[in-house]
């Protein structure tokens, strides 16, 4: 498949490796596609580098990796006609960092990224995707315990199909939360993950839901 992602930093550059291990295509778009690093990730990987706009386009499925203060911009410089029709993977966490503190939610209870992304693309399918794990951890996160759970949302049932059959080859079993309004949960339940991350000093780390 090919698959466009918007965000060139750890989290994109890290997950487009992952994809291209599995067959996939992946065309990273950045603010700055001329970095060193990208021409080096470009060439380690056969993965393609350009501007976000390029990576929209040449993606069947897009991925949002860009900081959370930064993604809705990134999606007006690629154009939000070249989402139309398309699954949109929202891997976005709206984090602020106030001084000497610990991170919080900069929306929630009654809003979500994923709410603001959808309604900036309402032509697109947008699935809530990838917010509560590590860069590191996002493809094959291979683990004592098994699997871990990718939580998603999202208002395509097609769409959410599409996202699981993904996920289930890169090694998660996927749980469906409902609409996209369920991303106020998944992204809170990302600071469980970022929080247990800066008392342990760990990254490894993922959750899991246990059923009977």
Not at 11 to 37: A, N
Not at 90 to 96: G, K, Q, S, V
Not at 112 to 120: D, K, M, N, P, Y
Not at 160 to 187: M, N, P, S
Request: negative net charge.
């Amino acid at each position: 498949m090919n698959i466009g992602i918007l965000g060139s930093g750890t989290v994109g550059q890290t997950l487009g490796t992952g994809l291209i291990r599995h067959d996939h295509t992946v065309h990273l778009g950045s603010r700055s596609p001329e970095r060193e690093d990208l021409s080096m990730w470009a060439t380690k990987t056969g993965g393609q580098v350009g501007s976000y706009a390029e990576a929209a386009a040449f993606g069947e499925l897009l991925i949002l990796a860009t900081a959370w203060e930064d993604t809705a911009e990134a999606i007006t410089q690629a154009g939000p006609e070249r989402f139309t029709g398309k699954v949109v993977l929202d891997a976005t966490n709206p984090l602020d960092f106030p001084d000497d503190a610990p991170p919080v939610l900069a929306v929630g209870g009654t809003d979500s990224a994923g709410e603001r992304f959808q309604t900036q693309l309402p032509d697109a399918h947008l699935v809530k995707c990838f917010a509560m794990v590590g860069a590191g951890l996002m493809v094959d996160p291979d683990l004592p315990d098994g699997p871990p759970t990718m939580f998603i949302a999202g208002n395509s049932i097609e769409a959410k199909q599409q996202t699981t059959a993904l996920l289930d080859t890169i090694g998660w079993d996927t749980v469906d939360l409902g609409g996209i309004e369920a991303a106020r949960y998944i992204e809170a339940m990302a600071m469980v993950w970022v929080l247990y991350a800066m008392r342990e000093g760990s990254r490894t780390h993922a959750l899991k839901l246990l059923r009977d």
